[in-house]
C-alpha cells in the first residue's frame, strides 16, 4: 500500500450548481451505470440517473413502470463510477406523489442507499409543497417542468408544452413555485425557446434545458441518444457519434471471426507449461 494518502476529490454540489445561474453553462448527461459514469464524469458537471433508464436500458416502452429499487440499484453504479460530477437521482412515479412523508421517506431512502446528492422531481401542480418540505429536511432537489415523462399517461403521448397561453402561464407558474420552494435547479423539457427563456429570466435557479432552446442555463442531453445507439431520436437531440453502426459492425466482424475459427487465435490462447528438465 503506498505511504501517501491518496487527495480526495470534492464533488460538485448543489450550492456549486445554484452558483452558475447566469454564468458558464451547465453540463449535463444521464447516466445508469458505472463504466459511463466514470467515462462522463470529468466533462460533466451533473450526471442524472435518470427514470429514463426504464426506457433505454430495460426496455419499457414509458418511465411509468420504474421502481424505486431500479433507480437505486443504478444510483449505486453510478455513485461508484464517478467522483467529481454531482449526481442526482429520479425520483419514479409514486414515490413521492402520495404526501410529503411518503416523499420525504423514500426520497431519504435513496439518499442514504446510493450517496447521491440531490434528488428530481417532477414538478407538477401539487408538489411545490413537497420540495419545500424535503428541503427544509436537508435533501437537495432539483425540479422539472414542461413536458413531464411521468405524465404520458395522462398527456396520452410524449409532446411538447407551453403551445397555447393557458399552457404557457401553468408551466411558467410550476417553474416559478418550484424556483420558490428551494429546489437549487429546474429542468425544462419540450418548451419554445420563447418559454424557456422567459422562465430562466423569471427564476433565481439555473435553468437546464431539454429539448428548451439554448436560452437555459445548462443543457442535459440522455446519453443513448446522443451517442447514437438508436434508430430514432428526438428532434432536440445532437448525435455526437453513431455508436450504434460501430457496434454492429465490431459484433459482426467478431461473428465472422468465430464462424472461420480466426478467434480465438494462439496469441488468445493458453497452453501447458513445457515440463523443466531434471
Request: net charge negative.
Amino acid at each position: 500500500m503506498s505511504s501517501h494518502k491518496q487527495e480526495a476529490v470534492r464533488r460538485i454540489a448543489a450550492p456549486d450548481i445554484r452558483a452558475r445561474k447566469g454564468g458558464e453553462p451547465l453540463v449535463c448527461l444521464t447516466a445508469y451505470d458505472a463504466p459511463t459514469a466514470a467515462l462522463l464524469d470529468d466533462h460533466c458537471d451533473l450526471l442524472l440517473v435518470g427514470d429514463s433508464v426504464g426506457m433505454v436500458v430495460h426496455g419499457m416502452p414509458n418511465t411509468v413502470g420504474v421502481t424505486l429499487e431500479m433507480m437505486i440499484l443504478h444510483g449505486q453504479a453510478v455513485m461508484r463510477g464517478s467522483n467529481r460530477a454531482m449526481v442526482v437521482i429520479d425520483m419514479p412515479f409514486g414515490s413521492y406523489e402520495g404526501g410529503k412523508e411518503q416523499a420525504y421517506e423514500n426520497c431519504a431512502r435513496v439518499m442514504k442507499e446510493t450517496g447521491a446528492q440531490g434528488v428530481k422531481l417532477e414538478s407538477g401542480p401539487t408538489v411545490a409543497e413537497t420540495i419545500a418540505y424535503l428541503v427544509q429536511r436537508g435533501i437537495p432537489v432539483m425540479g422539472h417542468v414542461g413536458l413531464r415523462p411521468q405524465a404520458v399517461l395522462t398527456d396520452g403521448a410524449f409532446k411538447a408544452k407551453g403551445r397555447t397561453d393557458e399552457e404557457r402561464l401553468r408551466v411558467m407558474s410550476e417553474a416559478e413555485a418550484t424556483a420558490d420552494a428551494g429546489a437549487f435547479a429546474i429542468v425544462i423539457e419540450g418548451v419554445a425557446e420563447g418559454l424557456a427563456r422567459e422562465i430562466t429570466e423569471a427564476v433565481d435557479k439555473p435553468t437546464i434545458g431539454i429539448g428548451a432552446s439554448a436560452a437555459c442555463d445548462g443543457q442535459i442531453l440522455v446519453t443513448p441518444d446522443m451517442l447514437g445507439l438508436f434508430d430514432w431520436t428526438p428532434k432536440f437531440v445532437r448525435r455526437y457519434a453513431d455508436l450504434r453502426s460501430e457496434i454492429g459492425r465490431a459484433v459482426g466482424a467478431y461473428a465472422d471471426d468465430v464462424r472461420a475459427r480466426r478467434f480465438p487465435a494462439e496469441v488468445e490462447t493458453y497452453f501447458s507449461k513445457k515440463p523443466v528438465s531434471p
